[in-house]
């Protein structure tokens, strides 16, 4: 299996239940639940119709996004790289891990730099290679609590 640099799809079917089977240029396919997303993000509410969902679809020679046009709504190949691995992961550590990546929208180096970590060790967390370790998954919780802060005004003062 060919390792990728950045996640692109070769192909997608939309299948019942707002789930997407996808299958990345290195050949892993995955089966991703979007019915969270679909039901909890307002940009996504054009998708709550069936008959709108099924209609997922990858441009032609790209891959970068699975789309839908007469929507105006396309999901990046990255989004969909992350929450394949956070759905398919074995242990609740990496689930959490790659959850926080996600919601933050964090390419590699952007967690690594958030974390203290090497880009090489956000990777193997993310692949499942290596284990997560609570530490890290406290690690991404206080950052969250960090950036909340910072979004509220509040600040350490020490």
Known sequence: MAPMKRP??????????????????????F?????????????LAPLRAPEAFSK????????????????DIQIGAD?????????????????SFLSWRARHGLSLKEAAAALGLTPRTISAYGTGSRHVPRTVVLA???WEAEKRDEGRGLRDET
């Open 140 to 142: 991404c919780k206080g």
């Open 79 to 95: 989004t969909l790289w992350l929450d394949a691995l956070e759905q398919s992961a074995r242990d609740e550590n990496t689930r």
């Open 56 to 71: 997922a679809q990858i441009i032609p020679g790209e891959g970068w996004t699975v789309t839908w046009p007469e929507s």
């Open 8 to 29: 692109r799809l070769r192909d997608v079917q939309a299948l019942p239940g707002y789930k997407l089977k996808i299958t990345f240029i290195n050949d892993q396919t």
């Open 31 to 43: 089966i991703v639940d979007k019915r969270e997303s679909v039901f909890s993000k307002p940009g």
